[in-house]
């Protein structure tokens, strides 16, 4: 059953200050706190803190290590315990400036594994999300923007709504935008009303169509090796395309759908093949793991690197 999660919702707005996303979230949220029960309501705003990307430098831990802090010193465990953490719905509102999520969604999405590896249990996902993207040219310039914003909401959240906005005029502009506004009401609805459900009633309210993905609703599908079987790149649900006539659909692999990618059994899956295939690869490599220092010489003393004068 929910807790008191349908008290808060937390917008993450990761566009400018009053643009066009940040707009569209708040037109959402003063839309779900005129909902009933009332609905409180949190903006965090990207652009105002310090977000800085993963170094790769795997000090929070590696496959078969206890999980650790992040090192990096910024605003971003911060927003990744409000947003990943906390009992409360999740907004995400971002710009595409081109083809997928601006950098300081993708910034953050990049540093959140210390956060959920200590708290593997958020993917149960007994809360929900929804997301807001704007774009400024047309649906060929934003294909792959829901996908990446997916990949961080899927983690937590059962998605209920996203909404595409393209071709979106100057900040404040968007104002005038009475279709865009309208849809953005739609969405705070459908989260506030949502909230209150146990989490087993829970569905998707948005648009829908005969080959978006079942679970994170994305209408991106890759081809292993040849048609007609697919998968959700984002959700790894596998499927197969069915074309009726000029109609093309996807019969999706219903087990997969209840275990994507980002749920917690897939998880610990991937997690043990991780290890097996780490300690596979040092075995079988062990007298080159000997000399590794003397091997990496080459490649530590090679390269012209060049910097601003």
């Not at 909401?153 to 309208?182: C, E, F, K, W």
């Not at 090796?225 to 959700?232: A, F, G, K, Q």
């Not at 659909?249 to 043990?272: G, M």
Request: with cysteine; glycine share 6%; aromatic share 6%.
């Amino acid at each position: 059953m929910k807790t008191e999660q349908g008290k808060k919702i937390i917008g993450l707005a990761c566009g400018r200050k009053n643009g066009n996303s940040e707009i569209l979230l708040k037109e959402a949220l003063m839309c779900a706190e005129q909902h009933e029960p009332a609905v409180k309501t949190e903006i965090i705003r990207a652009m105002d803190l310090d977000i800085r990307p993963c170094r790769g430098c795997q000090a929070c831990g590696s496959p078969g290590k206890p999980p650790k802090k992040c090192i990096i010193k910024d605003d971003v465990e911060w927003i990744l315990n409000k947003t990943m953490l906390e009992d409360a719905a999740l907004i995400i509102s971002f710009p595409c400036y081109h083809l997928q999520v601006n950098g300081h969604l993708k910034m953050i999405t990049d540093r959140m594994n210390p956060v959920m590896v200590r708290n593997m249990d958020i993917m149960n996902k007994t809360r929900i999300g929804a997301l807001i993207c704007v774009g400024g040219s047309g649906s060929n310039w934003t294909s792959m923007a829901f996908a990446a914003a997916n990949i961080y909401l899927q983690h937590t959240r059962i998605l209920v709504d996203q909404m595409q906005v393209n071709y979106a005029p100057l900040a404040g502009d968007v104002l005038a935008m009475d279709s865009a506004l309208a849809r953005a009401r739609g969405l705070g609805r459908n989260v506030a009303k949502s909230i209150i459900l146990p989490i087993s009633d829970v569905k998707y309210l948005g648009p829908q169509n005969d080959v978006e993905c079942p679970v994170c609703h994305c209408r991106l599908f890759h081809v292993p090796d040849r048609l007609p079987d697919v998968y959700c790149p984002v959700c790894w649900v596998h499927g197969t395309l069915i074309a009726d006539g000029s109609i093309m659909k996807v019969k999706w692999n219903e087990e997969d759908a209840r275990f994507p990618r980002f749920s917690l059994e897939a998880h610990y899956k991937h997690f043990k093949e991780q290890v097996e295939t780490v300690d596979r690869f040092i075995e079988e490599n062990k007298d080159k793991y000997s000399k590794k220092s003397e091997l990496l010489q080459k490649y530590i003393h090679y390269g012209n690197v060049v910097k601003p004068q």
